[in-house]
Nanobody, 122 residues
């Protein structure tokens, strides 16, 4: 199994950028599909982005497409989520997850980090 730890969240203003990190240990992250999800208070967890076993195989939710970029650094065993042009509606706790099935549904991922909070002020 793999252990995941997110970091990089914080309080920013609308239009700012943040880079979230998902550091893995225990297993090589490149052998998993990795997804980013977010959950705002009172809302269900929603899909944000995912990367497949190939670094070029990426997919994004419509709400973040063109603003967010998911990538992997194999040397650091870390997946990143670069978030640009942040909006107040991006405010949420962001989680990374790893699984053996390439999917956009949270229930298809087996391993989860603890989350990192992103707050975007207007």
């Amino acid at each position: 199994q793999v252990q995941l730890v997110e970091s990089g969240g914080g309080l920013v203003q609308a239009g700012d950028s943040l880079r979230l990190s998902c550091a893995a240990s225990g297993r090589t992250l490149s052998s998993y599909a990795v997804g980013w999800f977010r959950q705002a208070p009172g809302k269900e967890r929603e899909f944000v982005a995912r990367i497949g076993w190939s670094a070029t195989d990426t997919y994004y939710a419509n709400s973040v497409n063109g603003r967010f970029t998911i990538s992997i650094d194999n040397a650091k065993n870390t997946v990143y989520l670069q978030m640009n042009s942040l909006k107040p509606e991006d405010t949420a706790v962001y989680y990374c997850a790893a699984g053996t099935i390439l999917a956009v549904t949270s229930t298809m991922y087996q391993y989860w980090g603890q989350g990192t909070r992103v707050t975007v002020s207007s």
